[in-house]
């Protein structure tokens, strides 16, 4: 696992032509850090963070069609969720069984910012994408 800050350009194009954002330059502006997995320069899978005032997201999580099903996306959110917490995230619904082996749970008492994105994508982006987004979070309890 090695921390870039989008220097590669594949992981920029990847998340401009697939990820279904508002504005998918918000991603590129605002990830405190992206992880990837690399194997002689060739990107394998990647993540990235955000920070909304002293919480974390987990924004994109993306693995390579021909590199799938290898566990890159375990092991770059299993990391992801040692460093920040709590975490949020926004995905579908058929997606809430492979964040939960992570920890996560379904939560819709999200940070405003969570939200408002939330809010948003299932206003707009919803009818073009053809599905809802739902909010989770990762966090250990304390006490």
Not at 7 to 21: A, E, K, M
Not at 69 to 85: D, F, M, N, P, R
Not at 121 to 142: A, Q, T
Request: with cysteine; hydrophobic share 45%; proline share 5%.
């Amino acid at each position: 696992v090695s921390s870039h800050v989008l220097c590669y350009p594949s992981v920029v194009w990847t998340i401009v032509s697939h990820v279904p954002v508002l504005d998918f330059f918000v991603v590129l502006r605002n990830s405190i850090l992206v992880l990837c997995i690399s194997d002689s320069g060739e990107v394998l899978s990647f993540v990235s963070v955000k920070k909304h005032t002293g919480h974390y997201e987990l924004w994109t999580v993306y693995t390579y069609p021909q590199h799938r099903s290898k566990g890159y996306a375990s092991e770059l959110i299993t990391h992801v969720v040692a460093l920040y917490q709590p975490i949020w995230l926004l995905c579908k619904r058929q997606m809430l069984p492979y964040y939960e082996k992570f920890g996560f749970h379904e939560n819709n008492n999200e940070l405003w910012m969570v939200k408002l994105r939330k809010k948003l994508f299932n206003i707009f982006l919803k009818p073009i994408w053809g599905y809802p987004l739902v909010s989770m979070v990762y966090k250990i309890n304390k006490g």
